[in-house]
Nanobody
Framework: QVQVVESGGGLVQAGGSLRLSCAIS????????MGWFRQAPGKEREFVAV????????DYADSVKGRFTISRDNAKNTVYLQMNSLKPEDTAIYYC??????????????????WGSGTQVTVSS
């Protein structure tokens, strides 16, 4: 049984930083891309970042580019999202997910499976 568990969320002031972690068990992620998504109250889930299976490159939403960094440790089956210069509009539940097919990646949430239950990030102004 695959389990995806996000952690590291919390309350932070604008301008602050948080580091989210995503631990996956029951499935190796060494050959699949991993993504982070978020959903704010009353809004649809949106793409945040994705990292290729090898970790050689990442793709970011324009709204977080230059502030967030996605990384991975395949030996630990863990993915991270370093979030700096946080803004109140970053407030959301952040979800981690594994891409459904190996050696490919995209921003489409429908192409991801093995979702976690999310971790709340709240940025106060």
């Amino acid at each position: 049984q695959v389990q995806v568990v996000e952690s590291g969320g919390g309350l932070v002031q604008a301008g602050g930083s948080l580091r989210l972690s995503c631990a996956i068990s029951g499935r190796s992620i060494s050959n699949v891309a991993m993504g982070w998504f978020r959903q704010a109250p009353g809004k649809e889930r949106e793409f945040v970042a994705v990292i290729t299976w090898s970790g050689s490159s990442g793709d970011y939403a324009d709204s977080v580019k230059g502030r967030f960094t996605i990384s991975r440790d395949n030996a630990k089956n863990t993915v991270y999202l370093q979030m700096n210069s946080l803004k109140p509009e970053d407030t959301a539940i952040y979800y981690c997910a594994a891409y459904s097919r190996p050696f490919r990646h995209s921003r489409d949430p429908n192409s991801f499976d093995s979702w976690g239950s999310g971790t709340q990030v709240t940025v106060s102004s």
